[in-house]
């Protein structure tokens, strides 16, 4: 497949490229700074842009099968990365033709989870709390991926982790995991690769955990 791959100088980003090559992909990563993103294959190609100003990521999309979106913010401020970002991306492919589109989400907003009352506490009231800002963005992101007529799919990742890579982690395709663990950045990114030609996540919210 030919993938376009926004945020992909982020820490999860960078592995999801990594592994897109890996598995014979054409990669295209979307970078604000080119010049920091310090990989290179025959297979890639780098371009700059920004995916908050409207119109720059369509740029990137031409011929392309799919886009996975690994964007990321470094604070907890309010934000409007996730759900603005998204919106042009989905401008993006609707002027190409592009149906396909894997994003990372949070588990934090499945509130059906079971996990321990110890945990759930911490959860709730600890958690939630520190990173309301980037929860309530990436829920509004969530939303206009419903409200769009393409082939999503929500990857809602638990707390990520820089441990290295297992192949083994869970998936619940529509509901949530019972007892979720953390998950290595490493991990998540073989899944986005593993599931985006799986039509039966299409408009699918799926949680993974280790």
């Known amino acids: 497949m030919d993938l376009l791959v926004v945020g992909a100088a982020g820490r999860t980003g ?3 490229v990594e592994q897109a090559l890996a598995a014979d992909h054409l990669v295209t990563a979307f970078v604000r700074n080119p010049e920091a993103f310090n990989l290179s294959h025959e297979r890639l190609t780098v371009v700059k842009g920004d995916v908050l100003v409207a119109g720059s990521v369509a740029g990137a999309m031409e011929h392309k099968n ?3 979106s690994a964007l990321g913010v470094k604070d907890r401020g309010p934000t409007t990365v996730f759900s603005a970002g998204m919106t042009n991306i989905l ?10 589109v894997v994003a990372i989400s949070t588990a ?15 959860s709730n009231l600890v958690i939630a709390r ?13 939303k206009v991926l419903e409200a769009s007529d393409t082939d999503w799919t929500v ?8 441990k290295p890579y297992t192949g083994k982690y869970r998936v ?39």
């Open 155 to 162: 990857v809602r990742a638990t707390m990520l982790t820089e």
């Open 14 to 16: 960078r592995f999801v």
């Open 172 to 210: 619940a395709v529509g509901g949530p995991l019972d007892r979720p663990e953390r998950i290595s950045r490493a991990d998540l990114a073989a899944y986005l690769i593993a599931c985006v030609g799986d039509p039966q996540t299409y408009r699918k919210k799926v949680m993974i955990s280790n």
């Open 66 to 68: 799919a886009v996975l």
């Open 130 to 142: 520190m990173f309301r800002n980037l929860y309530r963005d990436q829920e509004r992101m969530e």
């Open 108 to 122: 934090g907003l499945d509130t059906e989870v079971a996990m321990p009352l110890a945990q759930r506490l911490v």
């Open 91 to 100: 401008a993006g492919m609707k002027a190409h033709g592009v149906r396909r």
